[in-house]
């Protein structure tokens, strides 16, 4: 017994001066990035990686994303979007690494900080006899790094509180049934590379509470991984590099609780997930770097991550199940019962499929994946994305399709339309967006998208209006990556789409200036990189103070600056904020002085201000301004005739141009509710019936099941004309003055006849509305006389005669030739028609007034009748909520702000 002490002294001794296994799982930089709270979570089955998926996957795009940036996306992107790999390499494995253990060897330092604390000073031995001894430091037992140990008949007893045993490297190669006695306790144990070649039956019942077990480089056949197996840790087994070249073992076990099995680097060509079935608590499933050619699907309902990464797999995983037919669009509900579910994997949320040689991705009924949240398939063949593909996946959140092998050239309408998508990888594609066979709604339906990576594809040759169309369905979007695609100028009108956008990164592109307020209607931008692009000069107009403000960080170093007069006013802005606000402060240099920086140069202001070039701007000026000036002069003094003979021409060509087209009716007549008694009675009566035109209104005419925005721009594209019977319960309705709104803004945009406005009563001022006042101060109205205003009915008579003449001439246009000539209208019609078809609110009080009062005092009554119905509820046809305007619709249908009304309808006044 000594003398074995002896040896293991001597050996660990060896260790300590060598020093390079110890300090590769102690290194600093992970010591310093180690925090303590990850011991608590050291059985969340899927813990936070995140960090090194944002900046892995940053990295992987040149992004060069500063520190306070990527803090505040690791902290809206804590989404468990990666798997829990981080103790299989030291560093995460690049999706172009080759699959060689010798580049990226095992190491399981992150795995053993989740239990112990891993700082290397404080340390004490753990046995020591002479010079040799195992170092102990906050649970952690490293005995590592011995390779000529001899064949130990067991572990010797270890200090209290150990939980972590490293004793990898020590080619150890034999374990006995009484190797592991002395440290049943341990929960953490890492066996990795001892050339193991015996492992006795009983050798691992020993370790009741061990829940990670790693025996990574080691060669294990088929009867020491059944040994193994048996007794299986609770949480987590790593074999990556044991040379397995097949899964059968797995399926004479069927009491394995096992959540995560990770296999990577070994020999396994065919996946087949049956041998894996029997395993009912696995959760994780890494097989990278397998040389898997193909995959056989299987029934797993526990499954939730499987990484398939760096293989040869060329079709997609089947995840559908023969003969369902259970829609995936519901919620699925994850059962033991294998005929319950019609997917072969009803829990699984993440799958990775990075750097394979798939070349079609199936249609959307073919994805029976419900639950997935992370869908990775970067570094592929595949050239087209089929519609709607990802529809169906309510939950998903995440797609990475970077770097494919060929460039796509086929993405058709709706195919990133996944309803929680938040972050998309398109990047390095080559992707002409210009192309017919790149769909420009292909972001439909992507409502939730907040995270856009498309740099590296040829943005630069997509024309404006396009991206316009493409970034119409991004309006979430809040982080834009577009660097390294051909940009010669700021797509600005595409990028005021983006309302949401606070961070947008156009670097490495070759751009040569900002534009004017490029960046005034981006009211949530707080970070901007425009570094290493073709910019000689920031003026003091493309930036605005409110900008300024706004912005939290500035990238424009390795700009090609002019250091001239011109640029005083960035050089002073640069001083004032310095690296507060500017990325890469020393990377500011004049192109025209060399080696010298943007904050260093001088320029005399005086000279700026005297030179030969401002003498020549101000000539030019002067010439252009008395030129503009005279120019006024003219056009001021001939306004009205230039005015009266543009007008003229304009009217006469529309009104021919709109009376030749073909219409299904010739006048559409809006109006409240209130009023329709009047409308559908008595204005009816005399337009259609005397005069033979087709009226269109909305009770009569709109299609039933269509939305009613739908249904009033067909009626005003299938109308000559259009009439707005307006009075104050109309002036009160929300919806009638949005209906009004949306009639002036046609007649507007579309270059229509004005509108022929009736008005039933009198408007208070406090009840008008922008719309209203637009129409008031735009249009003439036909007042409908008041039947209670005179007490001589033949004067009512004559005033309501001349209201038919009046609106006869408006619209005799529309008549056909034989009822062109106005015949005088029958007094019963004009006058009694007009009282009992009133507004319904109104004709009640009216008829009582004139019954109980003398004739004689009708005058009064009729200022008593106003008054009273000034004071009752109005009530509108439609509701003041505008729900029912669609998006499409606004873009088909643009309602004009009353301040454009006004400017526009101003000049169409004479």
């Known amino acids: 017994m000594y003398s074995v002490l002896v040896v293991m002294h001597l050996l660990l001794h060896s260790l300590e001066a060598s020093g390079s296994i110890h300090m590769s799982i102690l290194d600093q930089t992970e010591i310093d990035r180690a925090n303590t709270s990850r011991r608590a979570a050291a059985l969340v089955d899927i813990h936070s990686d995140s960090k090194m998926s944002r900046t892995g996957n940053t990295l992987a795009s ?30 995460r494995l690049p999706s172009t690494a080759p699959c060689d253990l010798k580049i990226n060897p095992p190491s399981s330092a992150n795995i053993l900080k989740k239990y112990c604390d891993l700082k290397p000073y404080n340390k004490t031995p753990c046995v020591q006899i002479g010079n040799s001894k195992c170092y102990c430091s906050g649970g952690l037992v490293n005995c590592s790094g011995k390779k000529n140990i001899p064949n130990l008949a067991y572990i010797p007893k270890l200090p209290a509180g150990s939980v972590c045993l490293y004793f990898a490297n020590n080619n150890a190669k034999f374990l006995q049934e009484s190797f592991f006695a002395n440290v049943s306790n341990i929960r953490v144990l890492d066996f990795s590379n001892n050339a193991l070649t015996t492992v006795s039956a009983q050798t691992f019942s020993k370790l009741k509470n061990l829940e990670y077990l790693i025996l990574n480089s080691n060669s294990l056949n088929s009867r020491n991984l059944i040994n193994i197996l048996r007794f299986a840790p609770y949480y987590r087994l790593d074999l990556i590099g044991v040379h397995l070249d097949g899964l059968s073992v797995f399926k004479t076990f069927t009491n394995i609780t096992t959540k995560q099995i990770v296999m990577d680097f070994n020999f396994l060509q065919q996946l087949d997930l049956g041998e894996m079935s029997t395993l009912k608590n696995i959760q994780l499933l890494s097989c990278r770097c397998c040389n898997i050619n193909g995959i056989t699907s299987a029934y797993i309902p526990t499954l939730t991550q499987l990484d398939l990464r760096n293989n040869n797999i060329t079709d997609f995983p089947k995840t559908c199940r023969a003969n369902s037919t259970i829609s995936m669009t519901r919620e699925p509900r994850i059962e033991e019962n294998e005929g319950s579910s019609p997917s072969f994997f009803p829990s699984l949320s993440q799958l990775y499929l990075d750097s394979n040689q798939i070349v079609q991705l199936p249609e959307s009924v073919d994805l029976c994946v419900s639950q997935m949240n992370v869908l990775s398939f970067a570094q592929n063949n595949i050239t087209r994305i089929p519609s709607k593909i990802f529809a169906s996946l309510t939950r998903l959140t995440r797609i990475d399709m970077k770097k494919m092998a060929n460039p796509i050239q086929i993405i058709e309408s709706g195919s990133f339309g996944a309803p929680s998508l938040s972050t998309l990888y398109l990047n390095r594609n080559n992707i002409s967006f210009g192309h017919g066979n790149i769909s420009r709604s292909m972001f439909e339906g992507a409502h939730k998208l907040r995270d856009l990576y498309i740099d590296h594809n040829r943005i630069g040759s997509t024309p404006v209006e396009v991206l316009e169309e493409i970034f119409n369905f991004t309006a979430n979007v809040e982080h834009l990556y577009m660097s390294d695609s051909g940009l010669t100028a700021i797509p600005v009108s595409a990028l005021n789409k983006l309302t949401k956008l606070q961070s947008l990164f156009i670097y490495n592109n070759k751009i040569q200036a900002i534009p004017d307020a490029a960046f005034d209607r981006m009211i949530s931008l707080r970070r901007l990189n425009l570094q290493n692009n073709q910019i000689s000069l920031v003026r003091e107009t493309s930036f605005s103070p409110e900008t300024i403000a706004r912005l939290i960080e500035i990238d424009l170093s390795h700009n090609m600056f002019l250091c001239n007069c011109d640029l005083l006013w960035f050089q002073s802005w640069l001083k004032s904020n310095g690296s507060r606000v500017f990325d890469h402060n020393d ?12 904050q260093d140069y001088k320029e005399s202001l005086q000279a700026c201000y005297f030179s030969r070039s401002t003498y020549i701007i101000f000539v030019v000026c002067l010439s252009i301004f008395l030129f503009a000036f005279l120019l006024f002069a003219a056009l001021f003094r001939y306004r009205w005739q230039i005015r009266l003979m543009l007008y003229e021409r304009k009217a006469s060509l529309r009104d021919n141009v709109r009376m030749q087209g073909e219409f299904k009716f010739d006048i559409f007549i809006i109006y409240s509710n209130e009023d329709s008694d009047w409308v559908e009675k008595c204005l009816l009566s005399v337009v259609e019936t005397k005069w033979k035109l087709k009226a269109c209104i909305h009770g009569r005419d709109f299609r039933p099941g269509a939305f009613i925005v739908d249904n009033m721009v067909d009626c005003m594209n299938s109308s000559k004309r259009i009439m707005a019977v ?21 007649v507007i945009t579309h270059d229509l006849p004005s509108l022929l406005v009736v008005q039933m009563d009198e408007i208070e001022s406090r009840d008008m509305r922008s719309a209203m006042y637009a129409l008031h101060n735009s249009h003439t109205f036909l007042m409908l006389p008041d039947p209670y205003a005179c007490a001589d009915e033949k004067y009512i008579n004559q005033q309501m005669e001349e209201f038919w003449k009046r609106l006869h001439d408006s619209l005799k246009n529309l008549m056909p030739e034989e009822q062109k000539n106005f015949r005088q209208i029958a007094t019963q019609t004009s006058v009694q028609g007009s009282i009992q078809a009133g507004p319904p609110n109104r004709r009640p009080l009216a008829r009582q007034m004139s019954e109980q009062v ?35 619709q606004r873009e088909r249908v643009p309602i004009l702000e009353s301040d454009e009304l006004d400017e526009q309808t101003s000049v169409m006044r004479l």
């Not at 992004?63 to 030291?90: C, H, K």
């Not at 104050?728 to 803004?745: D, G, R």
């Open 62 to 91: 040149d992004e060069p994303v500063s520190e306070s940036n990527r803090n505040e996306s690791m902290s809206s992107s804590t989404q468990n979007f990666v798997p829990d790999l981080e103790g299989v390499t030291a560093k």
């Open 587 to 598: 990377s500011y240099i004049c192109s025209d002085i060399h080696n010298v920086r943007v």
């Open 726 to 746: 307006i009075s104050s319960e109309f002036a009160k309705s929300s919806w009638c003055n949005f209906e009004l709104k949306l009639c002036q803004s046609h």
């Open 854 to 888: 003398p004739k004689t005092n009708q005058a009064t009554n009729a200022r008593n009748f106003r008054r009273l119905q000034s004071e009752m509820p109005s009530t509108a046809y439609g509701s003041s909520n505008l729900e029912f305007v669609r998006e499409d």
